[in-house]
């Protein structure tokens, strides 16, 4: 489960470091905020707010071979809410995509 969240970061950092030139934090944090990426899991791309990522989120079943069997996914990218501070049960969350 985790070689997708590397494969993401790695590719998320590249393309941040080419746009920015350089290692200077600044900039390169601005750059990084810019940055989409089409990834296994579905369309990645950082919240300005938060400074986390908007995930794809899905559900899958596992079968006895390891694997799994994607059962539901969203249609676009949703919200990342790191701290429970704006998500609400009676809200619809998956109504909100990811900013253009």
Do not use: C, K
Not at 76 to 89: I, Q
């Amino acid at each position: 489960m985790w070689s997708e969240t590397a494969f993401a970061q790695v590719h998320l950092f590249a393309r941040a470091l080419a746009e920015a030139g350089t290692l200077d934090a600044g900039r390169l944090g601005a750059a990084a905020l810019r940055q989409r990426l089409a990834a296994p899991e579905g369309e990645l791309g950082f919240d300005g707010e938060t400074r986390h990522v908007w995930l794809t989120p899905g559900i899958g079943v596992a079968r006895a071979d390891g694997q799994f069997d994607v059962v539901w996914r969203a249609h676009r990218p949703v919200r990342p809410d790191p701290y429970l501070a704006w998500s609400r049960f009676e809200t619809n969350w998956l109504d909100e995509g990811m900013a253009a």
